[in-house]
């Protein structure tokens, strides 16, 4: 199996602040860049065929206007998608809410050493009580696994077996180093002092990688 923390630490991650019409927002933010060109780095994560090899089943209307469904997951509207360049689409986990609370816009650019800088800024209106419970680490975590995911993809192209990987110790370790990973984007952003993060790490760190044969339950949620 593929070194999962050297896929980590390939990433960059930042914590902002931001705007959306339902009030002030958080923002996170990775980077990321694969050895593939633009283009087939576009149709993995468009191609409707393509995305459950590397990521989750995607239903719905897909097209600018129309909305979409994660198997599982969140769902929302397209409101942007201009190949091979841009995407941005509401991101909401359950019924949709009458104000943008959430919205993910990825990019893609050729990087000026070959292969293809996808940068992925995920704003949203976060419950001062979650930031203040799990920060970052929320979404930040789950984004870390779906890029992970695309980077097996685009490195052999297969189709990732998901039971496997979710099973495998070495996802866990993922989890545990991407948690600590946002804890640390957070400290360079807003200065926290380390109790504060390292809160906010262990109660991320317990979601996305509970104790053996406890069920995690009402935490922050995936992706």
């Avoid at 576009?42 to 979409?68: K, S």
């Amino acid at each position: 199996m593929k070194d999962f923390i050297a896929e980590l630490e390939a990433a960059r991650r930042t914590v902002g602040t931001g705007d959306l019409p339902a009030g002030a927002a958080r923002v996170v933010t990775l980077e990321r860049t694969y050895p593939a060109d633009v283009e087939d780095v576009w149709d993995a994560v468009t191609d409707p065929e393509r995305i459950p090899r590397w990521f989750l089943p995607v239903t719905g209307d897909l097209r600018v206007g129309g909305t979409y469904q994660v198997e599982g997951n969140a769902g929302g509207e397209i409101r942007a998608c201009e190949a091979p360049r841009l995407l941005r689409l509401t991101w909401v986990m359950g019924p949709p809410t009458p104000e943008d609370t959430s919205v993910v816009e990825v990019r893609l650019a050729p990087a000026p050493d070959g292969g293809t800088t996808l940068t992925l800024e995920h704003t949203a209106v976060v419950p001062p009580e979650m930031w203040d419970q799990f920060g970052p680490g929320a979404v930040g975590v789950g984004w870390d696994g779906a890029l992970l995911g695309l980077g097996l993809h685009l490195d052999g192209g297969a189709t990732l077996d998901p039971e496997a990987v979710l099973a495998s110790p070495e996802l866990r370790a993922f989890n545990v180093a991407s948690s600590e990973a946002w804890g640390a984007a957070l400290a360079a952003a807003d200065g926290l002092d380390a109790d504060d993060v390292a809160a906010r790490v262990a109660a991320t760190t317990a979601f996305y990688v509970p104790a053996d044969d406890v069920p995690a339950e009402d935490g922050p949620g995936t992706r």
